[in-house]
């Protein structure tokens, strides 16, 4: 199968899943539909019920990272179930691609999902791969191991009725910048708050069987109280108050900044390897932070 038909029959199963989920949620509990298998995405009808999530753990306080520790990342009370089924790492000689000693991972944190839909039924079990954001046109990054330096890569992002708004391939980075650094264009696409989209990170070892990882994002809307201690924080705090709060994809971009600009503060390297072990990526915390970038003049935006 090749590439494009890859993604047309994604897309034409995600859009029979949105269907068939309009017709559940018209007939029975509108806050909550259970996917029928684990990689089926079954989204909310955003356009009358959107999930603002305010980033609040209780009535009137947010969380205040501790004076003088490491960063700590705390998952948000986010309802996973119905969260698209998705991969933190890509498959070992997938597709044709080379062993790799590392793995090519999505730098988002995983949640194991069990639900048993019914009675007579098995548990089904399944990855959640995702996180939240503040930003309008946030940025995506993942892990390229070396033996797939050269390989065509492609990053796509869809929104929750698996409609294409955002596409770009890469340009091959030097040996040795693993991390590579998707920003998305604010020109290109604009996350609305509340609703949850999907991207896809393809490495295109073999036209018909490419390595890939994919997960969801979300943007969130802030409340005024984290929003005020934001506004006064350095940069190394507001780091931590993303990840005290949740807040995934801010919290990994600020900290990367600031490991970019200052790359030998001992303190802002530890803080790095902290955040991705708290997500399960040891493996590469202590890889040396060489970003490659995508040059938004060679993306290819969606036209609406």
């Known amino acids: 199968m090749s590439k494009s038909k890859i993604f047309v029959a994604l897309s034409i ?24 298998r684990p990689s089926q995405f079954t989204p909310k009808n955003h356009s009358d019920n959107k999930e603002i999530i305010t980033v609040e753990r209780t009535s009137n306080t947010t969380s205040k990272p501790p004076v003088n520790t490491r960063i700590r990342f705390v998952a ?4 996973h179930a119905r969260r698209p089924a998705g991969r933190q790492r890509g498959g070992a000689n997938r597709g044709g691609c080379p062993a790799t000693e590392k793995p090519l991972a999505a730098i988002v944190p995983v949640t194991t999902v069990r639900d048993k839909p019914g009675e007579d039924t098995v ?9 939240l954001t503040t930003a309008i046109a946030p940025s995506f990054w993942f892990y390229v191991p070396n033996e797939l330096d050269k390989a065509p890569k492609e990053f796509v992002l ?12 890469l340009v091959a980075p030097s040996t040795g910048r693993n991390f590579q650094q ?15 989209y999907r991207w896809f990170f393809l490495v295109n070892c073999h036209k018909d069987a490419p390595s890939y990882v ?11 109280s984290l929003k005020s201690q934001l506004q006064k924080a350095t940069l190394p705090q507001q780091a931590s108050l993303y990840a005290a709060n949740g807040i995934w994809y ?4 600020t900290l990367a900044s600031l490991r970019r600009a200052n790359p030998s503060d001992v303190n802002l390297v530890s803080s790095w390897v902290n955040l991705l072990n708290g997500v399960g990526l040891n493996e590469i915390s202590h890889e040396a932070l060489e970003l490659g970038q995508i040059n938004a003049n060679r993306s ?3 036209s609406q």
């Open 214 to 224: 994919e997960g969801w994002i979300q943007r969130v809307v802030l409340n005024s």
């Open 250 to 253: 801010d919290a990994l971009t």
């Open 300 to 302: 290819k935006p969606i």
């Open 182 to 196: 998707i920003q998305i264009p604010s020109k290109a696409a604009n996350l609305r708050a509340g609703e949850v």
């Open 123 to 131: 548990l089904t079990t399944w990855e959640s791969v995702g996180g």
């Open 76 to 79: 948000p009370q986010t309802n």
């Open 13 to 36: 199963f995600t859009n029979l899943i949105f269907v068939v989920t309009l017709n559940v949620e018209a007939s029975s509990n509108p806050l909550f539909v259970k996917p029928d």
């Open 158 to 169: 869809q929104d929750a009725r698996g409609n294409k708004i955002y596409q770009t391939s």
